[in-house]
């Protein structure tokens, strides 16, 4: 993946012409919880929705997420807290974020 700038100039060489381009870093994202029925939705610079007991993306762009987890019937999360808050940047190959769903009245 490459960030194109469109208000910088083009520039000419050997009779054609190209842009600067600069790489856009990514990483791997992985969500484990303990629940099949689990479900979520990730939002930051990239939105994904996923759900069960391990999902993966690759390809992440870098930058800060917020991962909500879903009510699953019969269950709730624990701790009690359904979003988490997680950044993808340089340094991180995978990030991986663990949740726990406990029956209710358990």
């Excluded at 910088?8 to 629940?35: A, C, D, F, W």
């Excluded at 996923?50 to 709730?76: H, R």
């Amino acid at each position: 993946q490459h960030l194109h700038y469109p208000n910088e100039p083009s520039h000419s060489k050997l009779g054609g012409t190209y842009r600067t381009e600069i790489p856009v870093g990514t990483g791997t994202l992985v969500v484990i919880t303990n629940l099949e029925e689990a479900t979520f939705t990730i939002t930051g610079p990239a939105t994904y929705s996923g759900s069960g007991m391990c999902w993966s993306q690759t390809n992440v762009p870098f930058g800060q997420y917020k991962i909500t987890f879903n009510d699953a019937l019969g269950y709730e999360l624990w701790p009690l807290d359904k979003r988490k808050i997680i950044s993808i940047s340089e340094g991180f190959v995978l990030e991986e974020v663990e949740t726990e769903y406990k029956k209710i009245g358990e």
